[in-house]
Structures are given as structure tokens and as C-alpha cells.
């Protein structure tokens, strides 16, 4: 196999050290970690000393370093757009973001400019719409012709330090501070936001699969302490949307559409659990498949960036699709201001 490729990462937190290094680990020879930053010194320089790299508390020299042919960013979510902008400025060969790859449609877009000018490839940790189970029941659907009538996808989790402890020995990261449960509708639009682009973006590609556009949204409840409930109808087909975290209850993260003559279920695990891809059930009016491979989503994102940085092959998510994703992501956000502005 020819040299490793050189990634570095920008923000060095419980998703770098859980999530992507982990998932590294396990495509050998592929890559390996060159440098390591986070504003914490003591989290970059321990997580960089653990994979030989070079540790900062700035970005600058990840994008500098001519080593650095990948840059992961993993930093806050108000940081995405120059950091992914630089990096594609540098001349890196791809970018994978963290989702949400940018916070409004303005962002995105200059995103995607600066990825054209460059040549960088931009992928974004929505690691669902990577997971090959799922892919692989999906285009099954599409080969069978059905239209959904139904979509539904429902995340209930405990708190994330019951998977990130287990998945690694996390270099502690201090806690957000976070405000007090509030009956505001300021809040609880602050608090729904958050979710659309922190956790439900990652099904928003998979929803968008049946259906592609927001439509109209019919209901819009915020879940303390964390959590949703969304009901939205376009074209005949009505999307829920549920979400609650954190609890006292086993994992459950699940997707549904039902068609006319098809229903598709998948079980998704736990982003920070490395236990395969999710398990999907298609079925049909003769026969039913399951559909599951010992690969999750975030390994077969990685392995799309080393296909692409080595091969040249094209991102199973193209940018423009993942820039769909995102505005329908906000187009969920605002429609959710708008009902709770009404209430």
C-alpha cells in the first residue's frame, strides 16, 4: 500500500477521540494523525502524544503544514465555515467537517466556492448517509419503485460520557455552561435550533431521500431538558420527528418510511459505539431483506475521503446534496420560529 495520508485535526474533543480516531484505527495504513489542535493544551498535547503528532492551540499551522493533506474539523459549530474556507485555501486535498458544515445558507455557499476554486473535497460527519446497510436497503426502495407516504425517525439517548468512556480514555474537556431550563420562546428556539443542526441533521439526508423537501411543517414542540417533536407534510407524505436526550433508558435511534407497498426500518447505533452499521429491515409484499455489514458510517466516511484523495473517486455525497441537507436542516429551524412566534 502506498504512505499513509497525513491528516490534521481541528479541535481535538470527545468526537475526534472517540468517534474519528477510533474509526481510523480500524482502515490500517490508510491514514495517519500529523497534527492535533484544540484551544485546551492539555487536550491537544495528550491526544497528539498518543499518535506521534505535533500539538497546537491555533489552526494556522494544521493548515500550513504541507503534511496535512486532510483536515478534520471538529470544532464548534461557529467555527466550521473559515476553518473549512482555510483549509481549502491551503490546498488540502479534502475536508471532512463535523456537522453542521455551516450555520446559515450564506455560509454554505461560500463554502462551496471555495471548494470549487481549490479543488477540496468537503465531506460532513453525517455519518448515517454513509452507513452501508442503510444505503444498501435504500437503493433496494428505489429499485422497487415505491413512493413514501410515511417518514419517521425517532433518537432517544443517554448522556453522551455513557459511550465516549468506554470508546476511549477521554482526555477531559471543561463542560459548556449551559442556561437554565426556560418556558421562553426565545429559549426554546435557541434550544430547537441547536437540535436541528446538532443532532437531527445527521437523518436529514436520509429523510430527504423520501422526502426532499421540508414542505409544510404542521407542528413544532421543544422536549426538555434537550429534544423534539416535529410533524411536517409535503406532497402527501408526512415526516415525525422525535427526539429526547438526555435520560435514564437503553439507546434507541431509529428511521422509518413506509410506502405503499414497502417499509423500510433501520436501528441505528449509537454515534460513539463502534458496533457495525445500523440494521435495516426492507419489506415488500413477497419477501423481506435485512441488511447489515460489520463497517458503520463514520469508517465508511473515512474510507470515501481515502478513496477520493487517493483515486480521485467522487464522494457518495456530493457538496451540493450536502448543502440541501443543511438548508433543509434551517428550513426546519425557521419554520419552527415561525410556529412558536404564533403560539
Known amino acids: 500500500m502506498s504512505r499513509p495520508i497525513g491528516i490534521g485535526f481541528v479541535g481535538g474533543g470527545p468526537v475526534t477521540q472517540a468517534i474519528h480516531l477510533p474509526a481510523i484505527a480500524t482502515l490500517p495504513g490508510q491514514f495517519r494523525t500529523v497534527r492535533v489542535m484544540d484551544v485546551n493544551p492539555l487536550v491537544a498535547e495528550t491526544v497528539a502524544a498518543r499518535y506521534g503528532a505535533i500539538a497546537s492551540t491555533e489552526a494556522e499551522p494544521v493548515f500550513a503544514d504541507p503534511a496535512v493533506e486532510v483536515v478534520a474539523i471538529c470544532s464548534p459549530n461557529a467555527f466550521h465555515t473559515e476553518q473549512v474556507i482555510a483549509a481549502c485555501r491551503a490546498g488540502k486535498k479534502a475536508v471532512l467537517c463535523e456537522k453542521p458544515l455551516a450555520v ?4 454554505a455557499a461560500r ?12 465531506f460532513v460527519g453525517t455519518m448515517h448517509a454513509y452507513d452501508p446497510a442503510y444505503r444498501a ?12 407516504l410515511q417518514v419517521r425517525n425517532a433518537i432517544f439517548l443517554p448522556s453522551n460520557d455513557e459511550f465516549t468512556n468506554r470508546a476511549t480514555e477521554l482526555v477531559p ?10 418556558a421562553d420562546v426565545a429559549f426554546r428556539k435557541l434550544m430547537l435550533r441547536n437540535a436541528m443542526l446538532g443532532l437531527s441533521v445527521h437523518d436529514v439526508p436520509l ?15 421543544y422536549l426538555p431538558p434537550f429534544g423534539y417533536a416535529l410533524l411536517a407534510e409535503h406532497n402527501g407524505c408526512t415526516t415525525e420527528l422525535t427526539a429526547l436526550m438526555p435520560g435514564q433508558w437503553p439507546a434507541k435511534w431509529t428511521f422509518e418510511a413506509t410506502g405503499r407497498t414497502h417499509r423500510l426500518r433501520a436501528s441505528m447505533p449509537p454515534s460513539y459505539v463502534m458496533a457495525g ?30 478513496d477520493t484523495v487517493r483515486n480521485g473517486a467522487l464522494s457518495p455525497i456530493p457538496i451540493d446534496t450536502a448543502i440541501a441537507d443543511l438548508a433543509f436542516a434551517l428550513d426546519l429551524a425557521d419554520g419552527i420560529d415561525q410556529i412558536l412566534d404564533a403560539a
Open 173 to 182: 474537556v471543561p463542560a459548556m455552561e449551559r442556561g437554565a431550563p426556560s
Open 207 to 221: 429523510i430527504r431521500d423520501f422526502q426532499p423537501m421540508m414542505g409544510r411543517l404542521l407542528l413544532a414542540r
Open 277 to 306: 452499521s445500523a440494521v435495516v429491515e426492507l419489506e415488500g409484499p413477497d419477501s423481506s431483506q435485512v441488511f447489515h455489514f460489520t463497517q458503520n458510517g463514520y469508517q465508511a466516511l473515512w474510507q470515501a475521503v481515502n
Open 111 to 122: 463554502i462551496k466556492a471555495a471548494s470549487v476554486a481549490s479543488g477540496t473535497a468537503i
Open 104 to 107: 446559515s445558507k450564506d455560509e
Open 137 to 148: 436497503a435504500f437503493a433496494a426502495w428505489q429499485a422497487s419503485g415505491d413512493t413514501a
